[in-house]
């Protein structure tokens, strides 16, 4: 066989094996590591949701024991709204998911927390006291636009609330809205009012301060 001894032969057919053995190792491996990961991340959302359960359980109990006479500690109240809320959620298992879909919406706009850019799902799962896996579900069931993934759901956010600040604060530019409203960047504000509204913010604001004189005059008339 072209001069390859039958030594030679089983030297390369050993090589060939141990190189197979070592690649389908390095496979087993990685898809171990992939499994760990996502065990750990599987148990730290388990316990973040433990935790804060466990948290509100404490206070509520530190605070209906008289025999404390600890002063309480001052509290903003919309973070002790959201608390009480929240244990309140977890304590209600039959709200349905059109219902905590409205208290979604309701501690978004209270606390504008989609104007903040950095929001994520871990983020705002934290702010809300809720899973990720709950917030994910309910974007998917229950939210206005389609598809409900949190991008969008944000975006919806940001882009109406940029329409009453373009009508309310008429001497903003166009960078101070999109940048209060929770835009990154101006470009990416102005390509998404576009596409929803087919005008441009400044456009918009244009012809909303007209229709509003108008409305004006005429009921002077």
Same mark, same amino acid.
């Given at each position: 066989?072209?001069?390859? #001894?039958?030594?030679? @032969?089983?030297?390369? &057919?050993?090589?060939?094996?141990?190189?197979?053995?070592?690649? /389908?190792?390095?496979?087993? @491996?990685? &898809?171990?590591?992939?499994?760990?990961?996502?065990?750990?991340?599987?148990?730290?959302? $388990?316990?973040?949701?433990? !935790?804060?359960?466990?948290?509100? %359980?404490?206070?509520?109990?530190?605070?209906?024991?008289?025999?404390?006479?600890?002063?309480?500690?001052?509290?903003?109240?919309?973070?002790?709204?959201?608390?009480?809320? /929240?244990? #309140?959620?977890?304590? !209600?298992?039959?709200?349905?998911?059109?219902?905590?879909?409205?208290?979604?919406?309701?501690?978004?706009?209270?606390?504008?927390?989609?104007?903040?850019?950095?929001?994520?799902?871990?983020?705002?799962?934290?702010?809300?006291?809720?899973?990720?896996?709950?917030?994910?579900?309910?974007?998917?069931?229950?939210?206005?636009? $389609?598809? /409900?993934? @949190?991008? %969008?759901?944000?975006?919806?956010?940001?882009?109406?609330?940029?329409?009453? @600040?373009?009508?309310?604060?008429?001497?903003?530019?166009?960078?101070?809205?999109?940048?209060?409203?929770? =835009?990154?960047?101006?470009?990416?504000?102005?390509?998404? =009012?576009?596409?929803?509204?087919?005008?441009?913010?400044?456009?918009?604001? #244009?012809? !909303?301060?007209?229709?509003?004189?108008?409305?004006?005059? /005429? #009921?002077?008339?």
């Amino acid at each position: 066989m072209l001069g390859v #001894t039958p030594q030679q @032969l089983i030297v390369w &057919l050993i090589i060939v094996v141990v190189v197979a053995l070592i690649i /389908a190792l390095v496979i087993v @491996l990685r &898809l171990a590591s992939t499994i760990v990961d996502n065990n750990h991340r599987l148990t730290r959302e $388990v316990n973040e949701a433990n !935790r804060a359960k466990q948290k509100a %359980e404490e206070e509520l109990r530190r605070r209906s024991d008289p025999t404390t006479g600890a002063a309480e500690e001052p509290m903003k109240p919309t973070i002790k709204k959201l608390q009480q809320e /929240a244990y #309140t959620l977890r304590e !209600r298992p039959e709200m349905t998911n059109a219902e905590l879909m409205a208290w979604i919406d309701k501690q978004m706009d209270e606390q504008l927390l989609f104007t903040k850019q950095d929001l994520d799902l871990k983020s705002l799962s934290q702010a809300l006291n809720l899973t990720q896996r709950c917030i994910v579900q309910v974007l998917k069931t229950q939210a206005t636009f $389609v598809p /409900a993934t @949190l991008n %969008e759901y944000l975006t919806n956010k940001r882009l109406a609330y940029a329409c009453k @600040l373009l009508v309310e604060e008429p001497n903003w530019t166009v960078d101070a809205i999109a940048h209060e409203a929770g =835009f990154s960047a101006r470009k990416t504000f102005q390509t998404q =009012f576009k596409d929803r509204f087919g005008l441009t913010p400044t456009d918009y604001k #244009t012809k !909303r301060l007209q229709a509003e004189r108008q409305g004006l005059q /005429a #009921t002077q008339t």
